[in-house]
């Protein structure tokens, strides 16, 4: 499953290369998000119904001293990852362009697309392209 958000600042500018912890489920990691603010990543195969929470690194909740009242609320959004049934095991997983192609009537355009593939109990697989 693939995930975008786009992250901004309070004034609405995007917060360009700013760092974010991700986590799925009990999966975490520290991306990035790229000049427009905008981060993406994939989920894990392996998830079922689990909570996908995003949050600043540089931007914790902050309390008021010698309290536990916050002024500053930590920066975070979440998702819900929803898991579907592969009677194989299997999943393959197509990560989309996320911007306009331009397609001319009868002509031809080269595109790749990162694809991951996973199963259990087998070394192969054919996969058809149409």
């Known amino acids: 499953m693939i995930f975008q958000f786009t ?9 360009a290369n700013e760092p974010l912890k991700v986590c ?6 520290n991306i990035s998000t790229d000049e427009a603010g905008v981060v993406h990543f994939s989920a894990p195969p392996h998830l079922h119904h689990e909570s996908l ?4 690194v540089n931007y ?3 309390h008021l001293e010698n309290s536990n009242r916050a002024y500053m609320y930590k920066s975070q959004t979440s998702a ?3 898991r579907y049934f592969s009677p194989s095991n299997s ?3 197509i990560n989309p362009e996320q911007h306009h192609l331009d397609c001319s009537p009868g002509g031809d355009i080269a ?4 694809v991951m ?3 259990t109990n087998t070394s192969e697989a054919t996969i058809f392209v149409q």
């Open 53 to 56: 929470l995003v949050s600043s």
């Open 24 to 29: 799925a489920g009990s999966a975490c990691r």
């Open 7 to 15: 992250v901004t600042f309070p004034d609405g500018r995007p917060a």
């Open 111 to 114: 595109l790749q697309l990162p």
């Open 117 to 119: 593939y996973a199963a």
């Open 91 to 93: 999943s393959l997983l």
């Open 60 to 62: 914790p909740e902050r």
């Open 80 to 82: 819900y990852a929803v």
